[in-house]
T-cell receptor, first 115, second 110 residues
Framework: GAGVSQTPSNKVTEKGKYVELRCDPISGHTALYWYRQSLGQGPEFLIY????????DSGLPNDRFFAVRPEGSVSTLKIQRTERGDSAVYLC?????????????FGSGTRLTVV | RKEVEQDPGPFNVPEGATVAFNCTYS??????FFWYRQDCRKEPKLLMS???SGNEDGRFTAQLNRASQYISLLIRDSKLSDSATYLCVVNLAGRRALTFGSGTRLQVQP
């Protein structure tokens, strides 16, 4: 597609439920990043994929968070046993090449609200 | 201390004013630097890269001071449409993804 697509755009879930957030990067972009952004803060790094593999998952806050990119294109961020503190905007970005020397293109994000 | 630090603002300036933001970063070996712009409830968008020699794009000028570990963004002749949050972004040494500051909010007033 022309840009990075994220679905859903909004998700409200109850505490303790499981959620999946989807990211469809720009076609041909090998690098894919997940960030989350809380109100008044900058995006906080979660995980980086190069192709199908997670090259850096050091930003995942705990083992309730997991992400996959099985075919090197679409990625899914999975959150188990959601907590109210997980409420944030989850942003996905992609870039043409590996490494952060090039700017990212972000999707419009998924706004997750845990009630 | 945050790894990428910015004054949150807000900076309230009249149209036509010149405004400058600074940002400091923690790791002297960092290599790549950017400014992103984020409008309210929108995703961040790349405004410009920051090069060692400094660079200009229209009304926007970015500077890098490696010795003092800071980067700056200067906006001349501010427009109402410049109102946004400006995010300082750094490729910190040893990291494989970009690190974002918390942003500086700019409000240009008529």
């Amino acid at each position: 597609g022309a840009g990075v697509s994220q679905t859903p755009s909004n998700k409200v879930t109850e505490k303790g439920k499981y959620v999946e957030l989807r990211c469809d990067p720009i076609s041909g972009h090998t690098a894919l990043y997940w960030y989350r952004q809380s109100l008044g803060q900058g995006p906080e790094f979660l995980i980086y994929f190069q192709g199908t593999g997670a090259a850096d998952d050091s930003g995942l806050p705990n083992d309730r968070f997991f992400a996959v990119r099985p075919e090197g294109s679409v990625s899914t961020l999975k959150i188990q046993r959601t907590e109210r503190g997980d409420s944030a905007v989850y942003l996905c970005a992609s870039s043409l090449t590996a490494g952060p020397n090039y700017g990212y293109t972000f999707g419009s994000g998924t706004r997750l609200t845990v009630v | 201390r945050k790894e990428v630090e910015q004054d949150p603002g807000p900076f309230n300036v009249p149209e036509g004013a010149t405004v400058a933001f600074n940002c400091t970063y923690s790791n002297s070996a960092s290599q790549s630097f950017f400014w992103y712009r984020q409008d309210c409830r929108k995703e961040p968008k790349l405004l410009m890269s920051v090069y060692s020699s400094g660079n200009e794009d229209g009304r926007f000028t970015a500077q890098l001071n490696r010795a003092s570990q800071y980067i700056s963004l200067l906006i001349r002749d501010s427009k109402l449409s410049d109102s946004a949050t400006y995010l300082c972004v750094v490729n910190l040494a040893g990291r494989r993804a970009l690190t974002f500051g918390s942003g500086t909010r700019l409000q240009v007033q008529p």
